[in-house]
């Protein structure tokens, strides 16, 4: 019983927080923010879990590569919202990539690299733009985006993690 109400207790926690990720209506620390912003969606999490998990699936240069263009076009992204830019169907490309990305990496298939980076990259100028826009008033923009890279590569880790680890057990199919 008592596991159970720790359980409750923590899961209520984590919804408390989930449901203020997108408020951008406090003024707190930019980091703590940014860092929180990715975790703090399924959207956000699933895709950038899955950007980790098909660069293990492909492996070699694709370790770092897929990950770094996530990253970088992420950041590209942030900076064309904090410049006060539109970007059109943010929240379905936000929803597609969590599709897209999800089904590339559960395959297990490989597939080329380059078609890989370029499908992280397309993505992660949407995750980067959602990011911006709703940072909180007041935060610092430098110490946000650090944290929602920090975030960011966080996930990727566990997905690298898990999809290393997994690949131990199951290993992907080349195609011939």
Same mark, same amino acid.
């Given at each position: ?10 899961? =209520? ?37 899955? #950007? ?18 996530? &990253? ?23 929803? =597609?990539? #969590?599709?897209?990305?999800?089904? *590339? ?8 690299? #380059?078609?890989?980076? *370029? =499908?992280?990259?397309?993505? *992660? ?7 911006? &826009? ?15 890279? *920090?975030?960011? &590569? ?17 290993? &992907?199919?080349?195609?011939?």
């Amino acid at each position: 019983m008592t596991r159970r109400i720790a359980a409750a207790s923590f899961i =209520l926690a984590v919804m408390a927080g989930t449901a203020q990720a997108h408020t951008g209506h406090d003024v707190a620390s930019g980091f703590t923010h940014g860092f929180a912003h990715p975790f703090g969606g399924y959207d956000h999490l699933l895709a950038m879990f899955a #950007v980790g998990l098909l660069a293990a699936n492909l492996g070699g240069r694709a370790l770092w590569m897929v990950p770094a263009a996530f &990253v970088s076009m992420m950041v590209a992204g942030g900076l064309w919202g904090l410049a006060g830019f539109g970007l059109p169907y943010v929240e379905a490309a936000i929803l =597609l990539s #969590v599709g897209v990305l999800g089904f *590339a990496a559960l395959i297990r298939r490989s597939i080329p690299l #380059v078609v890989a980076t *370029a =499908l992280a990259g397309a993505f *992660a100028v949407f995750h980067g733009y959602a990011h911006t &826009v709703e940072m909180p008033i007041g935060a610092s923009a430098l110490d946000y985006a650090l944290g929602f890279i *920090a975030g960011t &590569v966080i996930l990727h880790g566990a997905g690298l993690g898990a999809g290393l680890a997994l690949n131990r057990v199951m290993p &992907v199919r080349r195609s011939a």
